[in-house]
T-cell receptor, first 113, second 114 residues
Framework: DTAVSQTPKYLVTQMGNDKSIKCEQN?????MYWYKQDSKKFLKIMFS???????INETVPNRFSPKSPDKAHLNLHINSLELGDSAVYFC????????????FGPGTRLTVT | AQSVTQLGSHVSVSEGALVLLRCNYS??????LFWYVQYPNQGLQLLLK??????LVKGINGFEAEFKKSETSFHLTKPSAHMSDAAEYFC????????????FGTGTRLQVTL
């Protein structure tokens, strides 16, 4: 029974396309996150939602737009994909936003050609 | 603002040897500290966390870490390495009691040799 799931696991697309990555958690958590891990394994937070409200919005191009239809889902839509967007994107969730541990999904490897 | 420094991007140990992965943090307020492990092609899994209770924290798979405020360190140790410990390890920090982001270190790849 997967706690945090992401689809798709792999995504290969061409520059200029628009794509979405979906994330779902069945842990009953209130807070969800999107992270980007680059080719050097560096992890950086992009967004965080608490009870469907955006609470963290790092310096991310506005081509990236998160959407949280409910507490269990946080999707990431990317417009006009660029080569530099190639990375592994991780979704995570936590019980609250006050420092509890985060549970990570398996990641989505995005390759832009 | 907070930051994390992981000394050594690659650490190699023999099977059965002590594992020591170093993490130093910077935080303007008391921190929460975490160690995560990432196996190849997988997401991150929490090993252990420090949230201002006991300074010696025990985690899964025989790992433990000690919070040393005077040294601003949170080094990860395991007495005896196993081949299955080979992975990428990330130290992370966030200020206690706030909605601040979790800041990760650059990671340490642990190699275990026979």
């Amino acid at each position: 029974d997967t706690a945090v799931s992401q689809t798709p696991k792999y995504l290969v697309t061409q520059m200029g396309n628009d794509k979405s990555i979906k994330c779902e958690q069945n842990l009953g958590h209130d807070t969800m996150y999107w992270y980007k891990q680059d080719s050097k394994k560096f992890l950086k937070i992009m967004f965080s939602y608490n009870n469907k409200e955006l609470i963290i919005n790092e310096t991310v191009p506005n081509r990236f737009s998160p959407k949280s239809p409910d507490k269990a889902h946080l999707n990431l839509h990317i417009n006009s994909l660029e080569l530099g967007d190639s990375a592994v994107y991780f979704c995570a969730s936590s019980k609250g936003w006050l420092g509890d541990e985060q549970y990570f999904g398996p990641g989505t490897r995005l390759t832009v050609t | 603002a907070q930051s994390v420094t992981q000394l050594g991007s690659h650490v190699s140990v023999s099977e059965g040897a002590l594992v020591l992965l170093r993490c130093n943090y910077s935080s303007s307020v008391p921190p929460y500290l975490f160690w995560y492990v990432q196996y190849p092609n997988q997401g991150l899994q929490l090993l252990l966390k420090y949230t201002s209770a006991a300074t010696l924290v025990k985690g899964i798979n025989g790992f433990e870490a000690e919070f040393k405020k005077s040294e601003t360190s949170f080094h990860l140790t395991k007495p005896s390495a196993h081949m299955s410990d080979a992975a990428e390890y990330f130290c992370a920090v966030r200020p206690a009691g706030t909605a601040s982001k979790l800041t990760f270190g650059t990671g340490t790849r642990l190699q275990v040799t026979l």
